[in-house]
């Protein structure tokens, strides 16, 4: 009878492997068709992703707002303080996007417009400045020479070419929204805004029924330190790269430097990625200026600049950031390093957020091995 049992499981175990062997070869052989279901299953999603994403933006806004209409004396408005306050965050963000649609963008827009049309203008002066220098100057290498010849017959306008860019752009975007998406996403955030405290109370309940009562607890306050460290750092970022960005557009068009706009636009931008952000906005600031204005104006610009960012790195900025995410600037710079070689800009961006929240974790981990070691050690002596 055992005989005859363990024969069957015998055949039951091959009959499995094969069907799973056929089942993966099938998948393989589908690849192609089983990616396209899936990619269409996600371009189903994306406005409801795209709704979370956004609802988790407005949050903490949502949230502080509602705290101060429910402090209210006026009944009618602490009674209804989370509509009030997901309309008043979604008034103030409309109003921020018209304003950045209709009066900043076209101003940046229209310096970037002017800088890729007298571009190759720009680089034909260089070229004959750069051939105008006195034959032992420091300039005048082999390297630089070299260099020189190889990009000397290069059109370079035909890389800079906004309609082209602009059409790139156009269907990037297309491929990736669409009008009934952005109506879709703005929707699904609200409807989550508005419902967010039985949203949260169900994943509460849903983990701590499923997971272990250590895990929970554990996934619950590195949930929360995520939510904090990046919250903190976006939007302190944010005002700072904004104030940086102003300031040094006003003081570029007060010295009459030319596409003061962009310049300082892409300088407050880059000035979002600690350390190495300002280096490459500056260094491309600086080029620019020296190609459009002269050399005595670069360098007082560089000086108004560097002024700026100082005053920014020690007093503006630890007002606006303070010691939130009190990472050193040694782990900052590799962070930022790592991300950028494999993220590129946004993973640069993201990697102090990201590596706060590692040395949160390691840090646990180290306390709680240094706790367990020393139990150990207790134990072993008694």
């Known amino acids: 009878m055992n005989e005859i049992k363990n024969h069957g499981k015998k055949w039951l175990y091959w009959f499995l492997l094969g069907v799973a062997i056929i089942t993966v070869y099938k998948l393989f052989d589908n690849f192609g068709d089983i990616m396209g279901v899936i990619s269409k299953f996600f371009d189903i999603l994306a406005p409801f992703l795209a709704g979370v994403f956004i609802a988790y933006l407005l949050y903490v806004p949502c949230r502080k707002i509602e705290d101060v209409y429910q402090n209210s004396k006026i009944k009618f408005i602490s009674k209804k303080s989370r509509i009030l306050s997901i309309f008043t965050v979604c008034t103030i963000t409309l109003l921020l996007l018209i304003i950045l649609i209709n009066f900043i963008l076209p101003v940046v827009l229209e310096s970037v417009r002017d800088l890729i049309n007298n571009i190759q203008n720009y680089y034909e002066i260089a070229i004959d400045k750069y051939n105008n220098l006195p034959s032992d100057h420091i300039l005048k290498g082999e390297i630089v020479n070299e260099a020189i010849k190889n990009i000397q017959n290069i059109d370079i306008k035909q890389y800079f070419k906004l309609d082209t860019i602009m059409e790139y752009a ?97 300088i407050g931008l880059f000035n979002m990625i600690p350390y190495f952000g300002a280096i490459i906005a500056v260094a491309v600031s600086a080029i620019i200026t020296l190609i459009t204005g002269g050399l005595s104006q670069t360098i007082w610009m560089l000086i108004v600049v560097i002024v700026l960012q100082q005053i920014d790195a020690n007093i503006i900025n630890p007002k606006i950031v303070g010691q939130s995410l009190k990472i050193s600037p040694l782990l900052v710079i590799f962070a930022v390093t790592v991300g950028g070689a494999y993220f590129g800009i946004l993973g640069m961006f993201l990697a102090v957020p990201a590596i706060a929240v590692i040395r949160i974790v390691i840090d646990d981990y180290i306390n709680y091995r240094l706790k367990t070691k020393k139990k150990q050690e207790i134990t072993d002596i008694k």
Do not use: C, H, W
């Not at 879709?184 to 169900?202: N, P």
């Not at 607890?217 to 960005?245: C, H, M, P, W």
């Open 170 to 266: 156009i269907s990037a975007i297309d491929a990736v929204i669409s009008v009934f998406d952005i109506f879709v996403a703005v929707i699904v955030s609200i409807y989550i805004l508005a419902e967010r405290t039985q949203i949260l109370a169900f994943i509460k309940r849903f983990a701590e029924a499923t997971l272990k009562e250590k895990t929970y607890r554990n996934i619950g306050k590195y949930f929360n330190n995520t939510n904090e460290i990046f919250f903190k750092f976006v939007a302190s970022q944010l005002v700072d790269a904004i104030v940086v960005g102003v300031l040094i557009t006003v003081a570029m068009s007060i010295m009459g430097i030319k596409y003061a706009p962009f310049l300082g636009f892409l």
